[in-house]
């Protein structure tokens, strides 16, 4: 599968927004397509669902949907398959693609509290008077 990825190239540049967009759709395909082979190198099957690694794609490709300009469509696409190629060769860990794809950009992020609201006035002041 890697190889197949290797010889998709998206050209330098679309003539119109149509072209660009049923580029946009050929790279959902192959995205699509991959996921397999994705959740088969990353043993992803114990934490995300094929149709899950779906969803995040399209989602990803419609975050962007407000893009007329072909030019940055095609430069969107160039990195959307730079992407793609380093997760099919296994340029990235699993915990890399369990944090971007699976828990999204959020993360397992609980605790949004400021640090020191339980510190005691006198360690404040420590710390402010030792930083040099």
Known sequence: MAFALRSVKVP???ASLE???????DFFRIACRSIPAIMDIYNLDDVVTKSQ????????????????????IDLLLFKGMEELNNI???????HHIIGQY?????????????????MSDFL????KSNYF
Do not use: W
């Open 124 to 127: 404040k002041n420590f710390y």
């Open 12 to 14: 330098p540049n679309s």
């Open 53 to 72: 690694l779906r969803s995040t794609i399209a989602s990803e490709i419609r975050k962007n949907s407000h893009i007329t300009n072909p030019k940055v």
């Open 102 to 118: 699976v828990l999204g950009r959020q993360g397992l992020v609980q605790d949004l509290d400021t640090k020191d609201e339980g």
């Open 88 to 94: 099919v060769e296994h340029a990235k860990q699993r």
């Open 19 to 25: 072209e660009a967009r049923s580029r946009v759709f």
